[in-house]
């Protein structure tokens, strides 16, 4: 099925977001964790494409695995800033040819090695470029990345829902955006697009904090802003990994419930490959889920 007709559908779609196991680490564990989650019953489940392309061959692997063994729709992530127009016609053959409907198109994040191998001439600059082609294509759902605060490497927050609005235009048939603590932000952004005249629908990426490292990664890559009640629990808890990952959960619970309040089309959730996490949040939301109709 296609998601951007499970948007039309659904009052709130619900989605998983799992990686591929790192280049030598065997497949199989990912399926471990399908197992796991696929009994949640999401809507979709997306597999992430390694940054400068590793991991690509398991991205279309797994994606078509979600699908055809777990029987959930799948949303395969594809990269184009390192790829070559051959490289991503090859891809594009592979998702269609395993029956996969839905791709979430994005640019990549540019690899920080310095001696990263990429086509020169650079073949695809933006997201943008990859869309028009998926498009092309005709038989494609298309999802495309969004940032409530502003893409770090965009210096005018206005400027960024410009080049939003040019994905959709091109066409991006639904959104996802960037992981963020602050739902505020995530209304101020939604009225912004609104205004931009960008309409189609938005699913809300939500992270369960679990440790503190991965909350200094996250911050480092993705900018965002912590408001001062998360600030509360990671400055109590940090040092207190069991307490930091149960407040994480119930910090993430309580964002979701709100963004539900709220009319949200759909929440994404990034698993980060732990099943356990998924199921207490998914839990605690489902009554509210089915009862919302
Ligand atoms: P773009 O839309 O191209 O934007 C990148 C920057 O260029 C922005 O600053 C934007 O303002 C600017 N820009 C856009 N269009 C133009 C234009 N026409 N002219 C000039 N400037 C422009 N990364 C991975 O490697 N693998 C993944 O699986 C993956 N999954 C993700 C899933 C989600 C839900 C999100 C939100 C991000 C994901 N990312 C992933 C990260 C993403 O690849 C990076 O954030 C990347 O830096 C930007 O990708 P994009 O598609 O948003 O790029």
Redesign the pocket.
Known sequence: MKIKDMFEQKKTVISL?I?PPKIGAPVETIYKTLDDLSDLKPDFI???????GKAKDR?VEIASKIKHKYGIESLA???C?SATKEEIKKNLDEIRSQGIENI???????PEDPDFDFPNPLQY??????IGEVKEEGCFSI?????PE?????ECKI??IK??K??VDKGADFL????FFDNELFYRFMEQIDLAGIDVPV?A?IIPVLNKNQILRITKL?GCAIPPKFQRILDRYENNPAALKEAGEAYAIEQIIDLMAWGVRGV?L?TMNKPETARRIIGNIENIRSLQG
């Open positions: 977001e990686f997306s597999v992430t494409y390694g940054a400068g991205t992530h594809l990269t800033i979430l198109a994005m640019r990549g994040d540019i600059e933006h997201a943008v470029d990859l999802g495309a990345a969004c940032y502003g893409h770090v490497d965009c400027q960024d080049y939003l040019e994905k996802i955006t960037q992981l699913s990426g993705a994404h990034y």
